[in-house]
């Protein structure tokens, strides 16, 4: 069974950075795709930025310039750099994994609990 745990969220004042990382665990073959999305009170969950085992990334128009995903493949983890945060980034943070575990050999699609940002001055 494949389980992903979050963490770095936190409070930041307008301006600041944090860095977020998701981690992978659970006798894990392979992961094809890595990705982050948020979910603010009262708006569906959106997607921030994605990427691929080969590196290839996605990104959320409203966060381009200032986020930076990327994984390291060794340690089945994967981060969100955030820079020059804004109040509107202010969500619950989720990542989501699709895995093949060894136990199973099926592609698994899973969800971490999430983890709060919040940017307020």
């Known amino acids: 069974q494949v389980e992903v745990v979050e963490s770095g969220g936190g409070l930041v004042q307008p301006g600041e950075s944090l860095r977020l990382s998701c981690a992978a665990s659970?006798?894990?073959?392979?992961?094809?795709?890595m990705g982050w999305f948020r979910q603010a009170p009262g708006k569906q969950r959106e997607l921030v930025a994605t990427i691929t085992s080969g590196g290839g990334t996605n990104y959320a128009d409203s966060v381009k310039g200032r986020f930076t995903i990327s994984r390291d493949n060794a340690k089945n983890t994967m981060y969100l750099q955030m820079n020059s945060l804004k109040p509107e980034d202010t969500a619950v943070y989720y990542c989501n994994v699709r895995a093949i575990p060894r136990t199973t050999w099926r592609l698994s699609d899973v969800w971490g609990q999430g983890t709060q940002v919040t940017v307020s001055s």
């Open positions: 659970g006798n894990i073959f392979s992961i094809s795709f």
